[in-house]
């Protein structure tokens, strides 16, 4: 079983800051695609940003020039900055590792942004 251990969501004001994060076995975080997602109730859950073990990323329109993804090979751990929250952006975001064909995610955690 692949564990994915996120931290860093909380409630913000919009226009600002808050800055997730998720660590994965280190076997795992070296071939991974990983990514960030995030469902609202009643929807489906979706793409937000994700980043290639070589470095290659691809942003939801929705976030492009607000968030930014990153990886640290050494520490495992994948990092979303999220700028300029809006209220819309409020979601349970969830980690993901894509490798081998399969899905693996974190456990979620919550984004509130108040207006």
């Known amino acids: 079983q692949v564990q994915l251990v996120e931290s860093g969501g909380g409630l913000v004001q919009a226009g600002g800051s808050l800055k997730l994060s998720c660590a994965a076995p280190?076997?795992?975080?070296?071939?991974?695609?990983m990514g960030w997602y995030r469902q609202v109730p009643g929807k489906q859950r979706e793409l937000v940003v994700g980043?290639?073990?070589?470095?290659?990323?691809n942003y939801a329109d929705s976030v492009k020039g607000r968030f930014t993804i990153s990886r640290d090979n050494a520490k495992n751990t994948v990092y979303l900055q999220m700028n300029s929250l809006k209220p819309e952006d409020t979601a349970v975001y969830y980690c993901?590792?894509?490798?081998?064909?399969?899905?693996?995610w974190g456990q979620g955690t919550q984004v509130t942004v108040s207006s």
């Open positions: 980043i290639t073990s070589g470095g290659s990323t």
């Open positions: 993901n590792a894509q490798f081998f064909a399969k899905d693996y």
């Open positions: 280190g076997s795992i975080f070296r071939i991974a695609r």
